[in-house]
């Protein structure tokens, strides 16, 4: 379980430090830039390799929550503690 948290918080880190956000985005509706770089880096994490198959499932639910909370990337990047546990719910629902 301990592996488990050292790879969320890394993801975690990595997605606060790299993604920037495009503006036009609001809670609940994200740009399609905003959408493709959540995508994109995501899919470059080698740590989500964990969850094989689910590795697109846990990346959709991460967005989608991620969306629904945060009216933009900056503002979900400025709280580290709110995406991780997204990140823990989401590995939670792919159980």
Do not use: H, P
């Given at each position: 379980?301990?592996?488990?948290?050292?790879?969320?918080?890394?993801?975690?880190?990595?997605?606060?430090?790299?993604?920037?956000?495009?503006?036009?985005?609001v809670k609940g509706?994200?740009?399609?830039?905003?959408?493709?770089?959540?995508?994109?880096?995501?899919?470059?994490?080698?740590?989500?390799?964990?969850?094989?198959?689910?590795?697109?499932?846990?990346?959709?639910?991460?967005?989608?929550?991620?969306?629904?909370?945060?009216?933009?990337?900056?503002?979900?990047?400025?709280?580290?503690?709110?995406?991780?546990?997204?990140?823990?719910?989401?590995?939670?629902?792919?159980?």
């Amino acid at each position: 379980m301990k592996r488990k948290n050292s790879i969320f918080i890394v993801v975690i880190i990595f997605f606060s430090l790299i993604l920037i956000s495009c503006g036009g985005s609001v809670k609940g509706k994200w740009s399609q830039s905003d959408k493709e770089k959540v995508y994109k880096t995501m899919e470059g994490v080698k740590e989500l390799s964990n969850f094989g198959a689910n590795k697109t499932k846990w990346i959709d639910c991460y967005f989608s929550k991620c969306e629904a909370n945060y009216s933009s990337f900056e503002n979900a990047n400025t709280d580290v503690n709110g995406v991780t546990k997204i990140g823990f719910e989401c590995a939670e629902e792919l159980k």
